[in-house]
C-alpha cells in the first residue's frame, strides 16, 4: 500500500490525498493504494499544479504508517525541522 503526499501550493502545507480526493494535513486520513492504482493517483496530483506541487507515493505498513526510512521523512515534513522545537509545527500534524 501506498499513500499520496504532496504540498499545498497555496500554503507550503503538507497534505495527502484522502478517499474523497480532497486533500488533508492528516496522514491518517491519506487514502491508501495499492499497486497500480497508485500511479493513476500520483498522474492525477501531478496535472492539478494549481492545488499541490510535488507530489509522490510514500510506502505503507498494514498500520497504515510510512515504511522505514519513509516515517523519519515523513515525520520530519509534517513537524517541521528537527533544528529547534521552537521551528516545529503544532497544528495537528501527525505521523
Known sequence: MKALTAHDVRTGAVVYLTDSG?????????????????????????AAESVVTHAYL?????????????????TIRARGPTIHPQFAKHMGHEI
Open 22 to 46: 480532497a486533500w488533508s494535513t492528516r496522514v491518517s486520513e491519506a487514502a491508501r493504494f495499492a499497486v497500480g492504482d497508485d500511479d493513476v493517483a500520483l498522474k492525477r496530483a501531478e
Open 58 to 74: 510514500v510506502p505503507l505498513d498494514a498500520a497504515g504508517a510510512p515504511i522505514a526510512r519513509e516515517r523519519v521523512r515523513e
